[in-house]
């Protein structure tokens, strides 16, 4: 890409404070942002070749939104954590295994997305995000969910297209749960805990393509009461 091109985006960012640059197969963050590091808001690189998320990207304090879906990326580096700002950070269909133990310091992170991702197991560290509204995991290789998911403050949790067998009872005391997505996994009926339908908050537990007909859900101790709680949702937004 011209250097005029990227010159002129430049500074239009230095305006709006916010920088897109999808598609353009950039196989680096740009070093030039680095003098927008007081005014950018938004960044989105979308779809392009970026493997590595310079450490740097601790100096944009101003920014709420980070996208790189679509890249190369294997790792984030600990600096993310500088950015207290941050409201959504959207990291889908990368190479990313685990996520830096500093993520947990984003403190006014909403939308965290790691979609399509290689992640085996659940990110751990992240019941410190107390303004987490979506956690988004699917299409990754995560084949347990452990008692620790009971710290998280996300509203919902998308677990959709994974290799989950084992689903703590624990999700069904996350205190801020409504909607649980385990679709495609390889749950059998007999690990679906009853306390998520009994005596959990979710009001949609999404389960198809598991290893079970999501009809003999209601054989489960627990159907009716989780069905009250669908059934009120679905009015509400009706």
């Known amino acids: 890409m011209g ?21 353009k197969g950039l196989q680096e963050f740009p070093e030039e942002l680095q003098r927008l590091t007081s005014n950018l808001r938004t960044v989105d690189l979308s779809g392009n070749k970026i493997e590595v998320l310079p450490a740097s990207i601790g100096n944009f304090l101003q920014l ?42 984003l403190k006014a992170l909403r939308t965290l997305s790691l979609s399509g991702n290689q992640f085996s197991e659940f990110p751990s560290g992240l019941g410190t995000l ?7 995991l699917s299409r990754n290789q995560i084949q347990n969910v452990p008692a620790e998911v009971s710290e998280l403050q996300a509203i919902e949790i998308n677990l959709n297209q994974n290799q989950i067998s084992i689903l703590s009872a624990a999700v069904a005391t996350c205190p801020r749960l409504k909607v649980l997505r385990l679709e495609e996994n390889c749950l059998e009926l007999s690990s679906i805990p009853v306390s998520i339908l009994r005596d959990s908050q979710v009001s949609l537990f999404s389960v198809e393509g598991n290893l079970f007909e999501v009809k003999n859900l209601r054989d489960l101790e627990g159907y009716d009461k989780y069905m009250e709680r669908f059934t009120a949702t679905k009015k509400k937004f009706a």
Not at 3 to 14: D, G, I, P, V
Not at 79 to 104: A, F, M
Not at 130 to 136: E, I
């Open 3 to 23: 250097n005029s091109a990227l010159k002129s985006h430049l500074e239009t960012s230095q305006k709006t404070g916010v920088f897109q640059l999808t598609a």
């Open 64 to 105: 709420k939104s980070l996208t790189l879906n679509s890249n190369k990326l294997t790792c984030i580096p600990g600096e993310i954590s500088k950015l207290k700002k941050l409201e959504t950070l959207c990291l889908n269909g990368n190479r990313i295994q685990q996520l830096p133990p500093t993520l947990g310091q």
């Open 130 to 136: 107390r303004h987490l509204d979506l956690l988004d």
